[in-house]
């Protein structure tokens, strides 16, 4: 008697080999090992021999063959050192910016009004009924008369209000973006590795305005002891160091970067799990870990009206719960007039594209 077996459907394994099964994984192991291939493939021999990924047509030794045959990873025939090439970086920053931004779901349509008249730059999809106040070249002429036709026939045609379709439009505006990460020791404490999806987020956010806004601007800032400013391209490699948290300096920096662009719009994100702790005074540190020490909050919130004035928004994405550390996010926000996020790190990236997204795109009715 013949019959059928019937098994789960998964819709991302089917049609993929297992260079590209083996592939992903291994995308992912470079982000945790900061950009280390060695490390990454040990790691990958180790979930190989605990679930069985490769079978005997095909072996972790044809794979390896295959990142150097397709341009993955390049070898130093001198000294041995196996490195990722820029492919691999443009692949580590596309998946993160598809397990990122490919979660979040439309919501319904809000109210995002401007007070910039004049049409946008992108046509949506849906239209709406006329409504007062509705320029000409908004109307949509196709669906307009279609609503004519079947409301009053064909046989003596007329167009009434009641007709009229409206194809709205977003207005995109042009920003500077600087994304502060935190990467004092207290990133990868307590158990908890809190810098790998702020480097997600970051190289995700990357992707997202080179390939889909060219001209905006994206500066990334790392900031411990001190602060200074890494490319794009360094972002696997990115790691935490033995350093406390200069929030001032990351700020101060922020600042000197968003005053070279010319672009009206600019704003600040800013990812840490910790207070501040430090300031440089001359050149000698000031540091203090146990509460908050009034003369570097002081500081910190004298940058923050400072940025108001300048009208630069700072977004806080706060990975921490701890109550006395809220109350000086809430303290810092509001001197800023800008907003502040209390993110899990399963939800940070959802937190940042919406708001990102928020802050670009505005309806024009």
């Known amino acids: 008697m013949k019959g059928y077996l019937f098994s789960g459907f998964d819709p991302n394994e089917q049609g993929k080999s297992a260079f590209e099964k083996l592939l992903e994984i291994f995308m992912q192991l470079l982000t945790y090992t900061n950009g280390d291939v060695g490390e990454a493939l040990q790691w990958l021999n180790q979930l ?48 993160s910016l598809e397990e ?35 320029m000409l070249e908004q109307i949509d002429f196709t669906e307009s008369i279609r609503n004519a036709q079947i409301n009053h026939g064909v046989e003596s045609f007329s167009m009434k209000e009641d007709d009229l379709q409206i194809r709205e439009t977003d207005f995109k505006a042009q920003t ?21 999806p702020a480097k997600k987020v970051a190289m995700a956010l990357s992707e997202l305005i080179t390939t889909k806004y060219p001209k905006d601007t994206l500066d990334i800032v790392v900031f411990g002891n001190d602060a200074w400013p890494v490319e794009i391209k360094d972002l696997p490699y990115l790691q935490v160091g033995p350093y406390h948290t200069n929030t001032v300096a990351g700020l101060e920096l922020a600042m000197d970067l968003l005053r070279r662009r010319r672009n009206p719009n600019k704003q600040i994100f ?14 000698r540190y000031y540091k203090n870990s146990f509460g908050l020490d009034r003369r570097i909050t002081n500081r910190c919130l004298n940058l923050a009206a400072q940025c108001k004035k300048l009208k630069i928004p700072i977004t806080t994405f706060m990975i921490a719960s701890d109550p006395y ?12 007039n800008g907003k502040a996020f209390f993110a899990s790190l399963d939800h940070l990236g959802a937190f940042i594209f919406k708001d990102f997204e928020s802050g670009k795109r505005k309806t024009v009715y």
């Open 48 to 95: 190989d021999r605990e679930y069985q990924i490769t079978d005997n047509d095909y072996g972790m030794g044809d794979f390896v063959d295959e990142l150097k045959d397709k341009g993955y990873i390049d070898e130093n025939k001198q000294t041995g050192e196996i490195k990722i090439t820029p492919k691999t970086e443009r692949g580590i920053r596309k998946r």
């Open 100 to 134: 990122i931004f490919g979660k979040l779901k439309k919501t319904k349509q809000g109210n995002h009004n401007t007070f910039k008249p004049g049409l946008g730059d992108e046509l949506n999809p849906e239209t709406r009924p006329f409504r007062f106040g509705d």
């Open 176 to 196: 500077s973006t600087v994304l502060m990460i935190d990467i004092s020791h207290s990133m990868v404490l307590y158990g908890e590795d809190r810098i790998t």
């Open 270 to 283: 800013m990812i840490t799990d910790g207070k501040p702790t430090c300031l440089k005074i001359g050149k």
């Open 325 to 336: 550390l809220q109350r000086f996010v809430n303290e810092f926000t509001e001197t800023n």
